[in-house]
């Protein structure tokens, strides 16, 4: 494959990891809701747990073990249930945040309860127990590098993805913790934290009763 051709195929593999990156799913409804609840600090904190999780994903892909991974069923049904039940128990949270009439000013109390190193691992937990992260990885590869692929174009692949999820994820933290979001947050406090709770649900039970 020449320069021009490699050039291309890179490109659509970073196009389409940036649809995946913005498009809703767990880690983007973690990241607006710790955002607009907890502050700004959490949020980039959490979002950078989940680039790591990304980061993760996309050296096994890059070496070639992530299509090692898919083919293994249990541990690809450990994952399932793992990330299945901790999206629920985010949406248990949130169902609980919803339930308090007392709320609208207890932002600053909550976060500094956790570290900020918990919401990096909650961030990273979320998108390194999500097998859909995988076959995203498996299919980016494919389209992204060809075959006979060096060692130089692989770091630039992953390198490229990494800044791309790193501004990504970064604005999103820094756009849901802008003062008027999170105005507007404060004012329906109850209801986003009940809609929150019944999309972290959906995404569990989705995740849960999913066949690979």
Request: charged share 15%.
């Amino acid at each position: 494959m020449d320069t021009p051709q490699l050039l291309g195929s890179l490109a659509l593999a970073w196009a389409a990891y940036f649809i995946a990156v913005v498009s809703p799913g767990p880690a983007t409804l973690a990241i607006a809701g710790t955002a607009m609840g907890q502050g700004r600090r959490q949020a980039v904190a959490l979002a950078n747990g989940v680039l790591t999780g990304s980061f993760f994903w996309a050296v096994l892909a890059g070496a070639g073990m992530a299509a090692v991974v898919t083919k293994l069923a249990y541990g690809l049904m450990a994952l399932k249930i793992i990330g299945g039940c901790y999206l629920l128990y985010l949406a248990y949270k949130s169902f609980r945040a919803a339930m308090r009439a007392d709320a609208a000013d207890m932002a600053p109390k909550i976060a500094g309860r956790l570290s900020l190193a918990a919401f990096y691992r909650r961030g990273l937990y979320i998108h390194l127990t999500n097998p859909k992260a995988i076959f995203a990885w498996v299919s980016l590869v494919s389209i992204g590098l060809p075959k006979d692929a060096d060692h130089g174009t692989i770091i630039l692949f992953i390198a490229g993805a990494n800044i791309i999820g790193f501004l990504t994820f970064n604005a999103l933290a820094l756009m849901f913790s802008s003062d008027v979001v999170v105005r507007g947050y404060r004012k329906g406090r109850r209801a986003i934290e009940g809609t929150m709770a019944a999309l972290f649900t959906l995404a569990g039970l989705k995740l849960l009763t999913t066949r690979f």
